[in-house]
């Protein structure tokens, strides 16, 4: 009999890949997916989460094979299976249930506690649940997740005015734009703070064009958050066409400089807002100097992050702690999960040998009548049910222990090895 049952999950997030590498993970076929996954991988249940900063499987198998995972994960995106070397992270059960419940939680997000995430979770588990790709494992460890999830967000105020860079920066567009929705904006670069302007701008409803090194990188970028592509080229020679730029790249010299914003300036009839959110910075100081340019740099930005994130920041340790002792409780529930078929088959075995005795004790006494046969039935239960149950609360109790010789040896003894 096969215990210790691995649970596993192997991540693509925007913690190791950029935007528009992740972009290229994308599955696109769920149910294909999951079908390809059970048959081809040895997986028993598998529960896919995709969302734009996220690509992860959660598994459950016997004997985990990272290279069929990482041959069908390829061959549903359309990649290599050797672009996976530096992008993929493996984890496997207490691992991987922690990572699932900072996920619930809201500490895994890039905007820290943001509540998106946990209605992808619920979509997920149902949908592996409807595609009956998931089964009892996976099934129980996400409705305790999801639970467990809820109740820190709730208790320690994690969710609570969540802000970003991005939001921040949009906002004080805002502020010192009239009417920026008839105006041009502009975002440069494809990295994680161009992704949060991005997704603050598509929140609120705003046109904007978005470039970067190669246009194919702007162009996946724009296939996950939304805008145009435009070419690198085409926007250095022409800042006048922009009311707004946000610039948020790594470059490691000056991308809009003083003498560009001169000439887009004699070009224009009103002013320019420019936000410089990289680090370092790629937005030439002097350019503040020049009239009608309001410009606003990360530090300013991110103080204004900081007294937000300050108050959360305080939260983050209480929910570590908590989560921690979260996953020693949710590792013992699944753990319990391995002695489950055991228990019921012993129970179920037994029943039938009562139920065949007890109808050859009627059939010799010749009872007919029901309360009395009614009395007797009950008293065969619970000799059993007094026989059996320590025993099998100790197979459990064993089980949540991790203590697998002595499930191997409840099986020999009550004669159990199917193959569930």
Known sequence: MEMNKNIFNARVTFRNSPIHILEKFTIRDMEEAYSRFKENSELDECVIIQTCNRIELFGKSNNLDQEKIKKIWASLAGIDKEIFEENLEIEENGKAFHHLLKLTAGLDSMVLGEEQILGQIKNSITSARNLKASGQHLNTLFDKAIRIGTRIRNSSGISQGGISVGSIAVK???ENIDELKLKKILLIGTG?????????????????VVTSRTLERSQAF???????????????????NYDVLFVATTAPYFLVTFERIIKAVEKRKNGMMILDLSNPRTVDERVATIGGIKLMNLDQIAEMVEKNMKARLNKVKT?????NEEVIVLEASMKRLDAEPLVKDVFKNIDSLRQKELEKALIMLDE?????IKIIEELTKALVESIV??????????SEKGKSDLLEMA???FDYNKQD
């Open 411 to 413: 099986s020999e003894l």
């Open 319 to 323: 929910v570590e702690n908590i989560i």
């Open 192 to 208: 994680e703070v161009s992704t949060l302007v991005a997704k603050s701008l598509k929140r609120r409803g705003y046109d904007f």
């Open 172 to 174: 004080l567009a805002e």
């Open 222 to 240: 724009c296939d996950a958050m939304g805008g145009r592509a435009i070419k690198f080229e085409k926007v250095l020679s022409g800042f006048e």
């Open 389 to 398: 149950s320590t025993p099998m609360n100790n197979i459990r109790k064993a």
């Open 368 to 372: 007919k009548d029901e309360k009395r």
